[in-house]
């Protein structure tokens, strides 16, 4: 029988993520993307295993033959879909208006059901491949649903200027979470419509004295009113690891799984401090290589006498300096990759991971495992889509 209470360990390490993340990425890259959905359930099963709830590590127990096949039949049903579509509203549009703005503009409407549709299927199937204790986790049908009621709250917080994302945020929560299982034991996310407002205290704040300031700067023409930004701007981006930090512990710690509950804890300095941390080291390589290849161009043209005045010369210089190009380019794309795998997303998940616990788990033995769910497609939609199918 498991304790009252699990603490949760990460036991991931930056090295061998980097390392991972590197050689992922040169294959992907090697076999012209086909090994893309190799690659992110290798990633994923190294991401999942590092969370270990009373010490025993989640499973991801995905298909990479699975994710390709569904991508190749959600490509073939995208690429019908939006030629169609597009091509009647281009029709119209023409006709119409004498333009094909408007036709953008609706092809993009006529899309969003499917990008919402996409991010929660993704969603499902993330969950039906993943385990603990043995037990598999599980998300209900109901990708339709999510995606109007994601349309009308979208609406919404674009009609308010955002000021009703916290609410969005809220209601889109219950409905994945009210569908989510656990075994045979469904999860249940509380909580009262005015949840999240608090957590965008830090965001609210400093966006409205940015707007007085901007405001009253134009109005006087004393540009002393725009220093007031050297404070919102910081202030801003605090109030975005605050918003991160607070609204995960508000709506963590009012999630409920039978009689067992969730306490959490993050801080949101921790996470500026991962971000700060991370971005300078991905800087700092970044230049050392902007600087290396500078170098390299300098004795290539440098070696060969080039006079760079001479439009030949400075196309053979070109000509000879581009594999140093590509090879740089791949460098830059493998190698942001994995720092940000390295030195953002695994901090970031074991900070979340530590700081949370789970109360009142006596009961955890009784729950009974539940069937598997089969996906003719997979995450296909959101791979082809390119949303909602991240690590």
Do not use: C
Not at 195 to 209: A, E, T
Request: proline residues 4%.
């Amino acid at each position: 029988m498991p304790p009252a209470r699990l603490n949760i360990t990460y036991s991931g390490r930056k090295g061998p993520m980097l390392g991972l993340a590197l050689k992922t990425g040169i294959l992907t890259i090697l076999t012209l993307g086909f090994y893309r959905f190799w690659a992110k359930t290798r990633l994923r099963r190294y991401y999942w295993s590092a969370i270990r709830p009373g010490g025993i590590p989640l499973e991801y127990v995905g298909d990479p033959l699975e994710k390709l096949l569904g991508f190749l039949v959600a490509v073939v049903f995208m690429a019908f879909y939006i030629g169609v579509v597009n091509l009647i509203l281009m029709y119209f549009s023409f006709t119409l208006f004498k333009g094909n703005v408007a036709a953008y503009l609706l092809s993009f409407v006529g899309l969003a059901p499917i990008i919402f549709f996409a991010q929660y299927r993704a969603r499902r199937y993330i969950l039906a491949r993943t385990r603990w204790r043995g037990i598999r986790f599980g998300l209900e049908p109901g990708a339709w649903g999510y995606a109007w009621r994601a349309i009308v709250h979208w609406v919404l917080a674009a009609l308010t200027v955002g000021l009703s994302w916290p609410l969005t945020t809220l209601w889109l929560e219950k409905y994945k979470v009210g569908h989510t299982y656990y075994g045979d034991q469904v999860f249940i996310q509380g909580g009262r419509r005015g949840l999240l407002f608090g957590s965008m205290k830090h965001i609210y704040y400093p966006l409205g004295l940015s707007a007085v300031a901007g405001v009253m700067g134009a109005l006087s023409e004393n540009p002393a009113w725009f220093a007031m930004f050297l404070l919102t701007g910081p202030w801003l981006v605090y109030g975005l690891a605050y918003w991160r930090a607070d609204s995960f512990k508000r709506m963590t710690e009012a999630k409920e799984l039978g009689p067992m509950r969730f306490r959490t804890a993050p801080r949101p300095w921790a996470i500026v401090g991962i971000y700060a941390l991370g971005w300078l080291l991905i800087y700092l390589v970044f230049t050392g290589l902007v600087l290396i290849l500078m170098g390299v161009a300098v004795m290539i043209v440098g070696g060969r006498g080039f006079d760079v005045e001479n439009i030949e010369q400075f196309e053979t210089a070109l000509a000879a300096g581009a594999p140093v190009l590509i090879l740089a380019y791949f460098t830059i794309f493998l190698g942001y990759r994995a720092m940000t795998h390295a030195w953002i997303t695994l901090p970031i998940a074991a900070h979340f991971a530590e700081v949370t616990q789970l109360v009142s788990a006596d009961d955890l033995h009784l729950i009974a495992q539940r069937d598997r769910d089969e996906f003719a497609e997979a995450e296909g939609f959101a791979e082809a889509l390119d949303v909602g199918a991240a690590i």
